[in-house]
């Protein structure tokens, strides 16, 4: 019975594909704008609910969260520097490299 205790660490090697771990794939932009924070702010939420990410969506002081099936978005802006940052996490590199230029082309 003493192999039974066994059984996980073999199954490990067993079928290493399901000991690896999912991690999720984030893809990042960058625009430069010559706008307020205020109406910066206001055009990322703009955006991110656009983009159909209206799941889970949170203004934040600096930009705006949502999150549309397996994917979430993250709007930052900058505006004192003359930039806003967006992130796209999810599941699939080529997804969310598609939605994250989606929602930087909408804002």
Do not use: W
């Not at 059984?7 to 090697?13: A, E, G, K, R």
């Not at 794939?25 to 990410?53: L, P, T, W």
């Not at 080529?94 to 804002?107: H, P, W």
Request: some cysteine; proline content about 5%.
């Amino acid at each position: 019975m003493k192999y039974l205790q066994l059984l996980p660490i073999l199954s490990v090697f067993a079928f290493p594909s399901m000991a690896v771990a999912q991690y999720p794939i984030i893809f990042n932009h960058v625009k430069y704008i010559s706008m307020s924070q205020d109406d910066c702010i206001i055009r990322a939420e703009e955006a991110v609910k656009e983009a159909g990410f209206n799941r889970n969506f949170e203004p934040l002081r600096s930009g705006a969260f949502g999150v549309n099936g397996s994917y979430s978005v993250s709007v930052r802006c900058e505006a004192t520097k003359g930039i806003v940052f967006f992130a796209v996490a999810g599941p699939d590199n080529k997804t969310a490299s598609n939605l994250v230029r989606r929602v930087q082309k909408i804002f």
